[in-house]
Protein backbone atom coordinates (compact mmCIF):
# COMPACT_ATOMS: atom_id res chain seq x y z
CA UNK A 1 0.00 0.00 0.00
CA UNK A 2 1.60 3.44 -1.29
CA UNK A 3 1.02 6.40 0.12
CA UNK A 4 2.16 9.90 -0.74
CA UNK A 5 2.32 11.93 2.70
CA UNK A 6 2.42 15.91 1.88
CA UNK A 7 3.32 18.15 4.98
CA UNK A 8 5.80 20.69 5.35
CA UNK A 9 6.37 20.47 8.84
CA UNK A 10 9.08 18.16 9.26
CA UNK A 11 8.21 17.76 13.38
CA UNK A 12 4.93 16.45 11.91
CA UNK A 13 5.94 14.17 8.55
CA UNK A 14 9.10 12.52 10.24
CA UNK A 15 7.49 10.72 12.94
CA UNK A 16 3.77 10.34 10.88
CA UNK A 17 5.88 8.71 8.18
CA UNK A 18 7.83 6.29 10.08
CA UNK A 19 4.92 5.12 12.27
CA UNK A 20 3.30 4.59 8.44
CA UNK A 21 6.09 2.46 7.67
CA UNK A 22 6.45 0.44 10.70
CA UNK A 23 2.89 -0.25 9.98
CA UNK A 24 3.57 -1.64 6.52
CA UNK A 25 2.65 1.22 4.30
CA UNK A 26 5.05 2.43 1.83
CA UNK A 27 5.43 6.14 2.19
CA UNK A 28 6.85 8.57 -0.36
CA UNK A 29 7.46 12.36 1.68
CA UNK A 30 6.49 15.85 0.14
CA UNK A 31 6.75 18.83 1.75
CA UNK A 32 5.79 21.40 -1.02
CA UNK A 33 2.83 20.97 -3.92
CA UNK A 34 5.42 21.59 -6.43
CA UNK A 35 7.11 18.01 -5.11
CA UNK A 36 3.88 16.47 -4.63
CA UNK A 37 2.65 17.19 -8.16
CA UNK A 38 5.70 15.62 -9.45
CA UNK A 39 5.31 12.20 -7.33
CA UNK A 40 1.60 11.80 -8.58
CA UNK A 41 3.20 11.24 -11.96
CA UNK A 42 5.35 9.14 -11.09
CA UNK A 43 3.94 6.41 -9.02
CA UNK A 44 0.68 4.62 -8.65
CA UNK A 45 -0.51 5.82 -4.78
CA UNK A 46 -3.22 4.14 -3.16
CA UNK A 47 -3.83 6.63 -0.68
CA UNK A 48 -2.84 10.49 -0.56
CA UNK A 49 -2.06 12.55 3.28
CA UNK A 50 -2.41 16.34 2.20
CA UNK A 51 -1.71 19.13 4.09
CA UNK A 52 -3.70 22.51 2.86
CA UNK A 53 -0.92 25.36 4.15
CA UNK A 54 2.07 25.07 2.13
CA UNK A 55 5.11 26.78 1.39
CA UNK A 56 3.00 27.71 -2.11
CA UNK A 57 1.01 29.36 -0.64
CA UNK A 58 -2.25 29.15 2.45
CA UNK A 59 -4.67 26.99 0.10
CA UNK A 60 -1.95 25.19 -2.17
CA UNK A 61 -3.49 21.76 -0.39
CA UNK A 62 -6.57 22.59 -1.57
CA UNK A 63 -5.32 23.69 -5.12
CA UNK A 64 -3.05 20.32 -5.86
CA UNK A 65 -6.12 18.14 -5.02
CA UNK A 66 -8.15 20.67 -7.50
CA UNK A 67 -4.97 19.71 -9.97
CA UNK A 68 -5.36 16.42 -9.01
CA UNK A 69 -8.62 15.58 -9.48
CA UNK A 70 -8.94 17.85 -12.92
CA UNK A 71 -5.90 15.14 -14.24
CA UNK A 72 -8.84 11.94 -13.53
CA UNK A 73 -6.37 10.99 -10.57
CA UNK A 74 -8.87 8.89 -8.00
CA UNK A 75 -6.80 7.67 -4.96
CA UNK A 76 -7.95 8.72 -2.05
CA UNK A 77 -7.46 11.98 -0.13
CA UNK A 78 -7.19 12.48 2.79
CA UNK A 79 -6.59 16.17 4.31
CA UNK A 80 -4.81 16.85 7.48
CA UNK A 81 -4.74 20.20 8.51
CA UNK A 82 -4.93 22.28 11.53
CA UNK A 83 -7.48 24.48 10.15
CA UNK A 84 -11.05 23.02 11.28
CA UNK A 85 -13.82 25.05 10.45
CA UNK A 86 -16.80 23.62 9.00
CA UNK A 87 -16.26 25.77 5.62
CA UNK A 88 -12.76 24.39 5.50
CA UNK A 89 -13.61 20.72 5.60
CA UNK A 90 -16.86 21.04 3.37
CA UNK A 91 -14.38 22.80 0.91
CA UNK A 92 -12.04 19.66 0.79
CA UNK A 93 -14.72 17.22 0.58
CA UNK A 94 -16.50 19.45 -2.27
CA UNK A 95 -12.88 19.21 -4.28
CA UNK A 96 -12.65 15.99 -3.78
CA UNK A 97 -11.14 15.09 -0.70
CA UNK A 98 -12.71 11.69 1.03
CA UNK A 99 -11.88 12.66 4.42
CA UNK A 100 -10.66 15.46 6.88
CA UNK A 101 -8.83 14.88 9.82
CA UNK A 102 -7.80 17.83 12.03
CA UNK A 103 -4.26 18.68 14.25
CA UNK A 104 -3.60 17.81 16.53
CA UNK A 105 -4.14 13.98 16.29
CA UNK A 106 -3.26 10.55 17.02
CA UNK A 107 -1.16 8.40 14.93
CA UNK A 108 -3.57 5.62 14.87
CA UNK A 109 -6.44 7.50 14.10
CA UNK A 110 -4.74 8.37 10.59
CA UNK A 111 -4.34 4.68 10.07
CA UNK A 112 -8.03 4.10 11.12
CA UNK A 113 -9.29 7.06 8.48
CA UNK A 114 -7.15 5.22 6.04
CA UNK A 115 -8.11 2.39 6.10
CA UNK A 116 -11.65 3.48 5.81
CA UNK A 117 -11.63 4.97 3.28
CA UNK A 118 -9.68 2.23 0.85
CA UNK A 119 -12.78 -0.07 2.47
CA UNK A 120 -14.85 2.14 0.59
CA UNK A 121 -16.56 0.59 -2.41
CA UNK A 122 -15.47 -2.93 -1.16
CA UNK A 123 -17.81 -5.56 -1.04
CA UNK A 124 -15.73 -7.52 2.07
CA UNK A 125 -16.87 -9.12 4.94
CA UNK A 126 -15.02 -8.06 7.74
CA UNK A 127 -13.02 -11.43 7.73
CA UNK A 128 -12.40 -12.59 3.99
CA UNK A 129 -11.14 -16.60 3.23
CA UNK A 130 -8.08 -15.60 0.88
CA UNK A 131 -6.58 -19.05 0.26
CA UNK A 132 -7.84 -22.46 1.66
CA UNK A 133 -7.86 -21.83 5.27
CA UNK A 134 -6.29 -18.58 5.23
CA UNK A 135 -8.05 -15.39 6.43
CA UNK A 136 -7.45 -11.47 6.52
CA UNK A 137 -9.41 -9.56 8.84
CA UNK A 138 -9.53 -6.26 6.61
CA UNK A 139 -10.84 -3.89 9.60
CA UNK A 140 -7.60 -4.34 11.32
CA UNK A 141 -5.34 -5.56 8.79
CA UNK A 142 -4.58 -9.39 10.81
CA UNK A 143 -4.22 -12.72 8.81
CA UNK A 144 -5.26 -16.13 10.21
CA UNK A 145 -4.51 -19.51 9.24
CA UNK A 146 -7.44 -21.29 10.47
CA UNK A 147 -8.06 -19.59 14.00
CA UNK A 148 -4.63 -19.21 14.57
CA UNK A 149 -2.96 -15.39 13.92
CA UNK A 150 0.05 -15.32 11.52
CA UNK A 151 2.31 -12.17 12.82
CA UNK A 152 3.52 -10.84 9.76
CA UNK A 153 6.02 -7.50 9.54
CA UNK A 154 4.96 -4.43 7.86
CA UNK A 155 6.54 -5.56 4.56
CA UNK A 156 5.34 -8.85 4.38
CA UNK A 157 1.52 -7.83 5.60
CA UNK A 158 1.90 -5.06 2.67
CA UNK A 159 3.25 -8.15 0.14
CA UNK A 160 0.83 -9.89 0.90
CA UNK A 161 -2.02 -7.69 0.52
CA UNK A 162 -1.30 -6.31 -2.79
CA UNK A 163 -0.71 -9.89 -4.21
CA UNK A 164 -3.99 -11.07 -2.80
CA UNK A 165 -6.38 -8.15 -3.24
CA UNK A 166 -6.48 -9.48 -6.95
CA UNK A 167 -6.18 -13.21 -7.11
CA UNK A 168 -4.43 -14.52 -10.23
CA UNK A 169 -3.25 -11.51 -11.27
CA UNK A 170 0.49 -11.37 -11.93
CA UNK A 171 2.36 -8.42 -10.32
CA UNK A 172 5.49 -7.74 -12.23
CA UNK A 173 8.53 -7.27 -9.65
CA UNK A 174 8.53 -3.47 -11.22
CA UNK A 175 4.93 -3.79 -9.87
CA UNK A 176 5.45 -4.76 -6.39
CA UNK A 177 8.25 -2.44 -5.80
CA UNK A 178 6.14 0.60 -7.11
CA UNK A 179 3.15 -0.40 -4.66
CA UNK A 180 4.95 -2.23 -1.90
CA UNK A 181 8.10 0.23 -1.03
CA UNK A 182 8.75 3.78 -1.71
CA UNK A 183 11.37 5.64 -3.70
CA UNK A 184 14.22 4.86 -1.71
CA UNK A 185 14.22 0.98 -2.42
CA UNK A 186 16.99 -0.56 -4.53
CA UNK A 187 14.80 -2.55 -7.06
CA UNK A 188 17.61 -4.20 -7.78
CA UNK A 189 18.50 -6.38 -5.02
CA UNK A 190 16.79 -9.82 -3.90
CA UNK A 191 14.30 -8.05 -0.63
CA UNK A 192 10.98 -9.04 -2.57
CA UNK A 193 12.31 -12.66 -2.74
CA UNK A 194 13.55 -12.90 0.71
CA UNK A 195 10.30 -11.60 1.37
CA UNK A 196 7.97 -14.11 -0.63
CA UNK A 197 9.98 -16.77 1.13
CA UNK A 198 9.29 -15.84 4.40
CA UNK A 199 5.34 -15.31 3.23
CA UNK A 200 5.34 -18.91 2.40
CA UNK A 201 7.55 -20.24 5.15
CA UNK A 202 4.83 -18.31 7.47
CA UNK A 203 1.86 -19.07 5.68
CA UNK A 204 2.39 -22.53 3.08
CA UNK A 205 4.38 -22.86 0.24
CA UNK A 206 1.03 -22.67 -2.53
CA UNK A 207 0.12 -19.00 -0.92
CA UNK A 208 2.13 -17.54 -3.41
CA UNK A 209 2.75 -18.69 -6.85
CA UNK A 210 5.65 -17.67 -9.28
CA UNK A 211 6.20 -17.23 -12.63
CA UNK A 212 9.70 -17.36 -13.17
CA UNK A 213 11.75 -13.74 -14.86
CA UNK A 214 8.25 -11.99 -14.84
CA UNK A 215 6.80 -12.04 -11.05
CA UNK A 216 4.39 -13.18 -8.86
CA UNK A 217 0.86 -13.85 -8.29
CA UNK A 218 -1.75 -15.20 -5.64
CA UNK A 219 -3.50 -18.30 -6.52
CA UNK A 220 -7.28 -18.47 -7.33
CA UNK A 221 -9.78 -19.31 -4.62
Known amino acids: MRVLLLEDDER ?26 T ?8 VMIADIRLPEGPDAGFELVKRIRADDFSFPILFLSARDSLQDKLHGLQLGGDDYLVKPFHLQEVTARIRAILRRGKTLTPQETL ?36 PGRLYTREEIVDRVWDSSFDAETNVIDVYVRNLRRKLGDG ?15
Open 12 to 37: IRSPLARYLREEGYAVDEAADATTAQ
Open 39 to 46: LVGLYPFD
Open 131 to 166: HEDLKFDWANRRFFKGTQEVHLTGKEMGLLELLSSN
Open 207 to 221: VIETVRGVGYRFPTP
